[in-house]
């Protein structure tokens, strides 16, 4: 059904629209507001997306940047899990859709049947409009928390709405997509100190239900990060957008999203050997490479007496699995 393959650039070329006749000074106001306050808290009586220009405003500024992390989240568990393909799929708290494109567009051969659930009417709106021809798609109005309650469905998604959760209420929100997922579940926050204590609290729940951890984690026992010390998340290249440069101030057009994710299955998956955790630093005549294994966490140097492994170390990028070749 696709006339638009669901990528980056079709997702840019769908949203590129949104903005026209919205005064560039009045959707860049309504991007610093939603940026200080949509993330913050779960709403009550009416959303923080207040109308389609708010909507507009927001998805065009956070759509690209969402859809690359849970891009590379799911790149992750198709690396682990290459012949598992989903059938149906239910985005938890997802907007105007953003995940469910990245969904549509990892298994772009046989895309699976969408269920987006949110609270905020006019991003669901918005996003029934920008999926039109590209998605299979149902776009479901619920309350995000304790309350929610799933049918069956293959895959869960739900990315970046922990934080807008009080602690219960993100508890019983991983509980109850755990208890619905037959086959994954696929959490994405920001790569902030407290969102990977959201997702590592994520992945204990997951982990007692009886998931295994797919990715991006080599095994699905403790981590090795002492609380405090230090915080595990990756990093997407998005390109940036007018509105991007307007509201940042910054000339680059580019810009990296940090992220962190668990990716989660039902079913036997052999996750990767080890994990690159930070960007490879390259020396003269040598790699750096910061892992984690299933020992732990370590430091790897490969230098030119490795052959063609030194090769594969400079071509290594954050968050890839370790040593290449290796099912991950």
Not at 30 to 56: C, F, H, K, Q, W
Not at 228 to 243: E, M, P
């Amino acid at each position: 059904m696709n006339a638009s393959p669901p990528s980056a650039e079709s997702l840019r070329a769908a949203l590129a629209g949104l903005l026209d006749g919205l005064p560039p000074s009045q959707a860049a106001k309504a991007v610093e507001r939603l940026i200080t306050n949509y993330r913050g808290t779960t709403p009550t009586d009416a959303p923080v997306l207040r109308d389609r220009s708010d909507v507009a405003a927001y998805a065009a500024y956070r759509m690209p940047a969402t859809f690359e992390a849970v891009r590379g989240a799911l790149a992750a568990l198709r690396d682990a899990a290459p012949d598992w393909t989903p059938g149906t799929h239910t985005d938890i708290g997802g907007g105007t859709g953003a995940a469910s494109w990245a969904v549509a567009g990892a298994w772009e051969d046989n895309p699976p049947r969408t269920t987006v659930l949110d609270w905020a009417e006019p991003a669901l709106a918005l996003g029934r409009e920008l999926a039109r021809g590209v998605l299979d798609a149902e776009w479901r109005r619920e309350r995000i928390g304790s309350a929610l309650r799933l049918t069956g469905t293959d895959l869960v998604t739900v990315s970046y709405v922990l934080k807008e959760l009080t602690g219960a209420d993100r508890t019983a929100l991983v509980t109850e997509a755990a208890r619905a997922a037959r086959g994954a579940v696929v959490i994405v926050e920001p790569g902030t100190p407290d969102g990977y204590e959201r997702i590592i609290a994520a992945r204990d729940l997951l982990v007692g239900a009886g998931f295994t951890v797919a990715a991006p984690c080599p095994h699905s026992g403790a981590c090795p990060i002492v609380p405090g010390t230090d915080w595990c998340h990756f990093s997407a290249r998005v390109t940036r957008s007018s509105l991007h440069r307007r509201v940042k101030g910054g000339s680059l057009p580019y810009e990296d999203e940090k992220f962190a994710y668990v990716a989660a299955v039902r079913f036997p998956v052999t996750p990767a050997p080890a994990r690159v955790t930070r960007r490879p630093q390259i020396r003269k005549g040598q790699v750096l490479l910061e892992l984690c294994g299933p020992d732990g966490l370590g430091r790897e140097t490969v230098t030119k007496r490795h052959g063609a492994l030194y090769k594969e170390a400079r071509d290594a990028e954050w968050g890839d699995p370790w040593p290449p070749g290796e099912p991950a």
